[in-house]
T-cell receptor, first 112, second 113 residues
Framework: KNQVEQSPQSLIILEGKNCTLQCNYTVSPFSNLRWYKQDTGRGPVSLTIMTFSENTKSNGRYTATLDADTKQSSLHITASQLSDSASYICVVSKANDYKLSFGAGTTVTVRA | NAGVTQTPKFRILKIGQSMTLQCTQDMNHNYMYWYRQDPGMGLKLIYYSVGAGITDKGEVPNGYNVSRSTTEDFPLRLELAAPSQTSVYFC????????????FGPGTRLTVT
C-alpha cells in the first residue's frame, strides 16, 4: 500500500476559481512534506516544503497546510490561472533519509 | 544554468534491445536518483547514488543498471528491454545535506514494443 495517498485523482475548475487538493500519509518517522507541480511533459518542480513544526506555507497563489498529528496536508490554489493546469504531487520524506515517498498526484485542469 | 539534463527525450525500443539513458547535472550535487513514472502511480525509485563510485538499489531495480564515474553523470542502462519497462524516466539530483531538495530533469519517454 502506498504510504502517500492523494485525492481527488483529477479535477476541473474554471479560471479564477479556487481549489483544494488533499494528501494523507503514513510515512514515519516524519521529516518533511513537499508539494511538487508537474507540467505535462516536464519533470516535477518544487512548490513548497514543510517540516513537522510548520502548519502553513505559501508560494504565490499556492498555500500548503500540514497537520502532522493527523498526517494530512492540503494544497490550496487561489484564483486559478490556465497555467495552473498540471499534476500536483505530494511527497513525504522520513527523518534522516534522503529517499522520498511520492503520491500518485492530482491532475488539475483549468478551463477558460 | 542547465540544472539536470536528460537524453534522449523519446525512444522506442524493440524487445530485447539495450540502451542507456543519459543524465547530467551541473549543480555539483553528490546525490543523484533515477525514477520511473507510470500512469496513475507515484514515482518509483530505481537506483540512487550518494557520490562518484557509490550506487545502490531503490524500490524497482530489476532490469536496470547504473554507474557513477563522475559527480556530474549518472547513466541508466537497460540491458534487455521488456514491455514492462515502457515508462517515463526521470533523473534527479540533490545536495547531500537536509532537506535534500531534489531537482528533476525533463524526463525520457521510453516505449518498448
Amino acid at each position: 500500500k502506498n504510504q502517500v495517498e492523494q485525492s481527488p485523482q483529477s479535477l476541473i475548475i474554471l479560471e479564477g476559481k479556487n481549489c483544494t487538493l488533499q494528501c494523507n500519509y503514513t510515512v514515519s518517522p516524519f521529516s518533511n512534506l513537499r508539494w511538487y507541480k508537474q507540467d505535462t511533459g516536464r519533470g516535477p518542480v518544487s512548490l513548497t516544503i514543510m517540516t513537522f513544526s510548520e502548519n502553513t506555507k505559501s508560494n504565490g497563489r499556492y498555500t500548503a497546510t500540514l497537520d502532522a498529528d493527523t498526517k494530512q496536508s492540503s494544497l490550496h490554489i487561489t484564483a486559478s490561472q490556465l497555467s495552473d493546469s498540471a499534476s500536483y504531487i505530494c511527497v513525504v520524506s522520513k527523518a534522516n533519509d534522503y529517499k522520498l515517498s511520492f503520491g500518485a498526484g492530482t491532475t488539475v485542469t483549468v478551463r477558460a | 544554468n542547465a540544472g539536470v539534463t536528460q537524453t534522449p527525450k523519446f525512444r522506442i525500443l524493440k524487445i530485447g534491445q539495450s540502451m542507456t539513458l543519459q543524465c547530467t547535472q551541473d549543480m555539483n550535487h553528490n546525490y543523484m536518483y533515477w525514477y520511473r513514472q507510470d500512469p496513475g502511480m507515484g514515482l518509483k525509485l530505481i537506483y540512487y547514488s550518494v557520490g562518484a563510485g557509490i550506487t545502490d538499489k531503490g524500490e524497482v531495480p530489476n532490469g536496470y543498471n547504473v554507474s557513477r564515474s563522475t559527480t556530474e553523470d549518472f547513466p541508466l542502462r537497460l540491458e534487455l528491454a521488456a514491455p514492462s519497462q515502457t515508462s517515463v524516466y526521470f533523473c534527479a539530483s540533490s545536495p547531500s545535506t537536509g532537506p535534500y531538495e531534489q531537482y528533476f530533469g525533463p524526463g525520457t519517454r521510453l516505449t518498448v514494443t
